[in-house]
């Protein structure tokens, strides 16, 4: 056998073997991250806020339901779902399954594009064409899940403002709907300064929404939508992001332009036409808010 065809058969090898584990293994390798924040008052005790987005929940995925709904273990003051919880006409008892065990405390959420539609195939060299037109697929029951959650108590942020009381301590929330198409409409004004903690959310992370929030004094910005990049080059990271935010930031806890913190997580599904995570496992993110 020559050299090259060596080659070419262990490139292929290679390639099938990357490509099993990002499909079956890793993909399915759901994953707990921490991060502390630094945005409370001196002295003020920690708050702890959950943050969930990107389920794309399909029937039968059982094994990410149960993993969601262990989250409540952690106890957490405060719930952030920041929106894709769907990929099927009937995802959504599975979603009601997965959060049940989280109704039970405070939370807020915004919608993004795959609650309102389905998904459709496309190539996913199409995510790196920045000016491909979205596609949208079957409606997906968007305001059953809508109702389940504001019966639960969580509060509707779609382009809307509220306070709320969680862990004793006050806050000040603000959210947009899905700006990866066009839904969002900022309620813009002055974050309250009042308030122990300004929390913003949007599911796709585009620089002007965040650029807003930061200017209105909103202290953490939270998103999701990146799936963190799905597929990460080790030593570059992402490839994209589907979206304006800078590759760098995909997923994580970074430092905004102008002083706020953003938290973008790489979410807890995939794409039902892509479903690979390679260097990228599935996350849910703990956020403890303590002392600046």
């Known amino acids: 056998m020559g050299l090259f065809k ?22 399915n390798m759901f994953t707990l991250r921490r991060f502390d ?12 806020v959950l943050h969930l987005s990107d389920l794309h929940l399909t029937p039968g995925q059982d094994r990410k339901q149960r993993w969601v709904s262990a989250l409540a273990g952690l106890d957490p003051d ?4 920041t929106g894709d919880n769907m990929a099927h006409i009937g995802a959504v008892p599975g979603v009601l399954a997965a959060f ?12 993004g594009s795959n609650d309102y539609t389905g998904p459709v195939w496309k190539s996913p060299f199409s995510y790196f064409n920045k000016n491909r037109e979205y596609e949208h ?14 019966n639960a108590g969580w509060i509707d942020l779609n382009n809307s403002r509220a306070q709320v009381k969680a862990g004793g301590r006050m806050i000040d929330l603000v959210g947009v709907d899905d700006p990866h198409i066009g839904l969002d409409a900022y309620p813009a004004g002055p974050a309250d300064k009042t ?49 304006g935010l800078d590759r760098r930031m995909a997923r994580g806890l970074h430092r905004w332009p102008g002083g706020s913190w953003l938290h973008v997580s790489a979410g807890i599904g995939t794409h039902p036409t892509a479903p690979v995570r ?8 703990l956020l403890t808010l303590i002392p600046r």
Request: aromatic share 8%; net charge negative.
């Open 137 to 150: 697929g079957v409606d997906l029951p968007y305001e059953e899940l809508r109702s389940a959650f504001t």
């Open 78 to 81: 405060f719930i952030v779902v």
């Open 37 to 48: 924040v630094p945005v409370l008052a001196p002295e003020a005790e920690p708050l702890r």
């Open 278 to 285: 390679f260097a990228c496992r599935p996350e849910a993110s």
């Open 195 to 243: 308030a122990d903690v300004r929390i913003a959310l949007t599911h796709a992370p585009e620089p002007r929404v965040l650029d807003a929030f930061t200017a209105d004094g909103f202290d953490l910005l939270l998103a999701g939508h990146t799936h963190g990049g799905q597929v990460r080059v080790p030593g570059v990271g992402a490839l994209v992001t589907n979206c």
């Open 100 to 111: 049940e065990t989280l109704f039970g405390v405070p939370g807020g959420f915004v919608f």
């Open 6 to 27: 060596k080659i070419a058969i262990g490139t292929v090898v290679a390639g099938a073997g990357t490509l099993a584990y990002a499909s079956l293994i890793e993909r």
